[in-house]
């Protein structure tokens, strides 16, 4: 193993270390090699070491039409970013996480590591603590790519259990599957608001989680929840958890280690910026050890991606600082608060589409989810599309709603011809 993980690796308590993948175990950050005498030679006269091409007075070299495209110091996006991410972005981030999270207070925090957004962090999350054959306890409705990133990609196992238990979060479930071995190592993921239901828990149904992952500590389980908070602040409704439950699992137990997995894509509408962070929590881990951790995670970045788009944290960075981003936020979440609206609104005006679908628990997010109480969902599917010229997605036996790309004004034409097009293919 190199000299540099074992360093790493004596600063973390047993439950953490022992949590870590064979990959999350020898990984390192470099520090010792080219990049650390990069940085030693910062600021020299004369610098041979940086790994790009500058003009001939220091700027980063760039293509004259590249650089008129767009009103940015080119110094902040031609060169490349920290493996780690953009300093100032991510104590940005880091602050903005708390001000988003109040109960966090004085927290210990990881710095948070800049990844190419949610599914590089949570390819990251598998390298650092899954090793092949091992299970990923996730509920059976679940963003799909998950099996490319943790079973393909890392070769886990995705160990479900069903969702919701008489329309609420099945905490029961979880407990079952945290359980359903003898003590050791467990991996969790969190998803709130969900793919594809749009669902986020009640402040109760959180505590029950954090209750059980706690139990299965106390049993002895070395657990890891990832939580992937890719959708979080769009919460629509009134008691819903609107702190993400990385506040109350990175204090929960001196052998949970919460894993937050979040960025721009979604919370800033920034998609194809490709931003996301890493940062890590547990009541056993002090400086030393969330800064180890760190470490090992831009490890793990400079050996997949080496770094994140340097445009794109220098823009997001920007409009960060910028007096007006909370407004321009507010102004968003509104549009799509009021798709939400919009969408119970129908719902409540046409008892008789419970004929024939019923709507799954949802109170946030992009999505809803609704069960067809007759017919197959891949069937209304085509048939939505070939006669009614409307698009949803089928999965799991269900029709996903993506109410976060459909204007105001469809809304109630999408809900009649779903109506419409189950009873067609049910006649
Ligand atoms: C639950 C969930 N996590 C992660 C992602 C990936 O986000 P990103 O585009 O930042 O990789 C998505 C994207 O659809 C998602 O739905």
């Keep these: 193993m190199n000299p540099l993980a074992e360093k790493l690796n004596s600063v973390l308590p047993a439950p953490i270390l022992d949590a870590l993948s064979k990959k999350g175990r020898t990984a390192f950050f470099p520090s010792a090699g080219i990049l650390g005498q990069a940085a030693q ?80 962090g949570l390819s990251v999350a598998g390298a650092m603590f899954l090793d092949p054959g091992e299970s990923l306890i996730v509920p059976d409705l679940f963003w799909g790519n998950y099996r490319l990133i943790f079973e393909h990609a890392h070769g886990a196992r995705l160990d479900t259990y069903p969702l919701f238990d008489e329309g609420g979060f099945n905490v029961a479930g979880l407990r079952a599957r945290l359980f359903a071995e003898p003590p050791g190592k467990r991996v969790v993921l969190l998803n709130f608001p969900n793919n594809p239901t749009g669902y986020t828990c009640s402040p109760a149904e959180a505590k029950a989680i954090c209750g059980v992952l706690v139990e299965a500590a106390d049993a002895g389980c070395e657990v890891v929840a990832l939580i992937d908070d890719a959708y979080f602040g769009l919460v629509y409704e009134d008691g819903v958890i609107e702190e993400s439950i990385f506040t109350q699992l990175a204090t929960a137990h001196e052998r949970l280690l919460a894993v937050k997995i979040d960025g721009a894509t979604k919370e800033d509408y920034a998609w194809g910026f490709r931003v996301g962070f890493i940062t890590y929590a547990s009541s056993s881990a002090d400086e030393t050890v969330l800064d180890a951790l760190a470490q090992k995670t831009a490890g793990v970045v400079r050996g997949s991606i080496s770094n994140a788009s340097h445009l794109s944290q220098s823009l997001l960075l920007a409009a960060y600082d910028a007096p007006d981003y909370g407004a321009w936020k507010a102004e968003k979440y509104a549009v799509l608060a009021g798709r939400y609206h919009r969408m119970r609104e129908v719902l409540a005006a046409h008892p008789e589409y419970a004929e024939r679908f019923q709507p799954l628990p949802c109170n946030s997010g992009y999505f809803m989810c609704v069960r067809p109480l007759a017919g197959e969902a891949e069937a209304i599917r085509r048939h939505l599309l070939s006669k009614y010229d409307t698009g949803l997605i089928a999965t799991a036996g269900l029709l996903r709603i993506a109410f976060s790309s459909v204007p105001t004004a469809s809304i109630a034409d999408l809900f009649a011809n779903l109506y419409a097009a189950i009873g067609d293919v049910t006649d």
């Design 41 to 120: 030679a910062r600021g020299r006269q004369i610098n041979a070491t940086i790994g790009i091409a500058l003009e001939e007075d220091g700027a980063p070299m760039r293509l004259q039409g590249l650089d008129a495209l767009f009103q940015i110091d080119g110094r902040e996006a031609f060169p490349y970013a920290p493996s780690f991410g953009k300093p100032g972005l991510r104590d940005r981030w880091q602050s903005m996480l708390r001000e988003k999270n109040p109960s966090l207070g004085k927290t210990a925090l990881s710095r948070p590591v800049v990844t190419g957004a949610l599914t590089h």
